[in-house]
């Protein structure tokens, strides 16, 4: 067996990839996203075995000062492929990363793949929220909406709010203004760069393969959700909104749309995306469309772990203005 590595994956990955997966985040064309919104270094390592591939590690490389993390990957990675491979693709690229000078490896599942968890790794526990649609049309899901989600889409109709795609730069900005509000609301750092947006946007949205939808209150931009498509799936991967304008239910309006889209799409789930177990107000509003949660786990590897508990040290100052400061610093 020998392990490669794509600086630049392609159409080999992608065929490869398109035979474990149908989730875009696997894709060549999120590298593109990864590199261009998040300064990263795409790294697709796989191992080959009688000239074809039969395992692979999606991942991107961020630097933060001195510390060098690779994720697999952003939202969902891991790896793909002939399980009986995985262990010995393991051990090859532990040996890799040390001599890249890899600091941390950080693992996310994906909730539509089986997780091994290995005692090796840490792990992290988050909440995925994942809305069944088979058999589901637009009338039959309306139905199955709770009364209190038909009311508030209702109320939302009735208060005015309209919906429309952000398809200028000055509208991505508008989104970022409202991410960015809602972090600050959250007492959270804004962890995405604006140029993030903008490389969905141009990569993704511009090729059919997400939106970003803005909801109006009189020409202003209130609320704002970020959906990105997989063959089977919708993904609910980042929202926005004004709190002073939530009276008026935006998000729950958004969120309608974005599911009646996806069985317009014959998409089999909607997905919510992971969570932190501990932020209840969250967790309830993605349930309440009638989803079911579960655990989901990323996995993390500590390479030089001096550096890695200073980092998460930063980290945890991440909610203060000084470390919201601190970490700016370090991404740039």
Known sequence: MELRCFESPGKEWDEFAERHTDLIFYRSQWSKVLERGLGGEPLYFYLKEGGEIVAGLPGVLLR????????SSVPYGGLIGDRSSFLPS????????????????RIVASPFSESRLSP?????????????????????????YKKNIRRDVRKAQRSGVTLREASSKEEIKGFYQLFTASMERNRAAAKY???????????????????????????????????????SATHYLHNGSRDEFLKFCPNELLIHSAIEKAIENRHSFFDFMGSDINDA?????????????????????????????????????????????ALKMMRR
Not at 64 to 71: A, K, P
């Open 281 to 325: 107000a969250l967790l309830r509003f993605k349930e309440k469309w009638g989803g079911q949660s579960l655990d989901i786990h990323t996995s993390v590897k500590d390479y030089r772990p001096f550096r890695c508990k200073v980092w998460e040290f930063v980290k945890g100052l991440g909610n203060s203005r000084v470390g919201r400061r």
């Open 64 to 71: 933060f000062g001195m510390l060098r993390i690779l994720y």
């Open 193 to 231: 760069p604006f140029r993030w947006f903008e490389a969905i946007h141009e990569v993704i949205v511009k090729k059919g393969l997400g939106s970003i939808l803005l909801a109006m209150v009189d020409q202003t931009a209130v609320a704002g959700a970020v959906f990105i498509y997989s063959p």
């Open 120 to 144: 090796l790794f840490k792990q992290i526990v988050s909440r995925c929220t994942l809305l069944d649609l088979t058999g589901f049309d637009k009338d039959s899901i309306w139905k199955e």
């Open 90 to 105: 393991m051990e090859l690229l532990d040996r890799e990363f040390m001599r890249r000078g890899i600091d941390q490896l």
